[in-house]
């Protein structure tokens, strides 16, 4: 798919999203909202996970974080976008001191280290009740308006983050960034070799992947108006992101965006019509769709699956 291509099929989607409100209720703003918000953390996961190859399990801790950080920044009086920001700095801030340690774990050592982050994040938050207010949750100041006001407000915010995170997507995987993480990606010790900065990289490509999370994580806490540790830090996030991933295409620009759409669509759907038995069956759909597709959704070569069925259908309208 040629790059321009790209850009158009996002544009298009992009507007598709914002379009919702104009044509369907509240639950389907509500669900185009989650879609951008997930596109997004997929997106920031792509950095690390997809160019550079490193199975991070961390999106919930930092998505958490900048949900306490914008919450707790806004209930000390700082205006809501501003809140945002100082959620983004501090998540990014903190993920870079942390990068320098945890990415000298390689592989499975790595996965597991990132899980660890999870759990002892939220058990800080669970556990510092005198100022996240604990296992309680913490409430978060409103924005004024009508359900419907706020939830079109917020479908925008999410929205132009998630733009945000695709320009940036872009932007890397142009440069000598992109190269380097997947020089990283195909042979870490090759591309140290070779005088790539691989720490300064992988630490680079480990904020990315942060960053965005915790400015998402302070609009969703802003959102939805109250948090709590189970939520904000839920391992089940961590799990869902990779996969959505994987499932559009790792380490490609649009891959990310469509495998967040086509996951929470058919999450959706599946909850919908099975109510007792959708999470084992998005389980096993996910599984197969990845065991078989294991280059994801974008990586099908769409012009031979053609070629093949207009060969089969010439074949089997012969006359004998």
Same mark, same amino acid.
């Given at each position: 798919?040629? @790059?321009?291509?790209?850009?158009?099929?996002?544009?298009?989607?992009?507007?598709?999203?914002? !379009?919702?409100?104009?044509?369907?209720?509240?639950?389907?703003?509500?669900?185009?909202?989650?879609?951008?918000?997930?596109?997004?953390?997929?997106? !920031?996961?792509?950095?690390?996970?997809?160019?550079?190859?490193? @199975? /991070?399990?961390?999106?919930?801790?930092?998505?958490?974080?900048?949900?306490?950080?914008?919450?707790?920044?806004?209930?000390?009086?700082? @205006?809501?976008?501003?809140?945002?920001?100082?959620?983004?700095?501090?998540?990014?801030?903190?993920?870079?001191?942390?990068?320098?340690?945890?990415?000298?774990?390689?592989?499975?050592?790595?996965?597991?280290?990132?899980?660890?982050?999870?759990?002892?994040?939220?058990?800080?938050? /669970?556990?510092?009740?005198?100022l996240t207010g604990g296992g309680d949750g913490l409430n978060v100041p409103l924005i004024q308006g009508s359900p419907t006001e706020v939830a079109v407000t917020f479908l925008g915010v999410m929205l132009a983050i998630m733009v945000v995170v695709f320009?940036?997507?872009?932007?890397?995987?142009?440069?000598?960034?992109?190269?380097?993480?997947?020089?990283?990606?195909?042979?870490?010790?090759?591309?140290?070799?070779?005088?790539?900065?691989?720490?300064?990289?992988?630490?680079?490509?480990?904020?990315?992947?942060?960053?965005?999370?915790?400015?998402?994580?302070?609009?969703?806490? /802003?959102?939805?108006g109250y948090i709590d540790p189970t939520d904000s830090f839920s391992i089940l996030m961590s799990i869902k992101v990779p996969v959505m991933c994987i499932l559009g295409g790792a380490g490609t620009v649009l891959g990310p965006v469509v495998g967040a759409a086509t996951f929470m669509i058919l999450e959706e759907v599946l909850w919908a019509n099975f109510l007792d038995y959708n999470r084992a069956i998005l389980g096993a759909v996910t599984v197969l769709l990845i065991l078989f597709l294991p280059g994801g959704l974008l990586r099908i070569n769409y012009r031979e699956l053609m070629a093949r069925y207009a060969a089969r259908s010439k074949r089997s309208g012969a006359p004998a």
């Open positions: 798919m040629s @790059p321009t291509m790209r850009y158009v099929i996002f544009a298009l989607w992009v507007i598709a999203l914002a !379009s919702v409100p104009l044509w369907a209720g509240n639950y389907f703003v509500r669900m185009a909202i989650l879609i951008a918000m997930f596109s997004g953390l997929t997106m !920031s996961w792509n950095f690390i996970g997809g160019f550079t190859g490193y @199975p /991070s399990f961390a999106t919930a801790a930092f998505f958490g974080l900048g949900c306490y950080a914008g919450a707790l920044s806004q209930k000390a009086g700082v @205006p809501m976008v501003l809140a945002w920001l100082v959620a983004t700095v501090f998540v990014g801030a903190f993920a870079a001191a942390l990068g320098a340690i945890v990415l000298r774990l390689r592989g499975h050592y790595f996965a597991i280290g990132s899980i660890a982050l999870v759990e002892v994040t939220r058990l800080v938050i /669970s556990s510092w009740g005198s320009v940036v997507t872009v932007i890397v995987d142009r440069n000598r960034l992109g190269f380097g993480l997947r020089c990283i990606q195909q042979n870490e010790d090759a591309a140290d070799m070779v005088g790539i900065d691989t720490t300064r990289y992988k630490v680079f490509a480990f904020t990315l992947s942060a960053l965005f999370c915790g400015t998402i994580g302070a609009a969703y806490a /802003s959102w939805t």
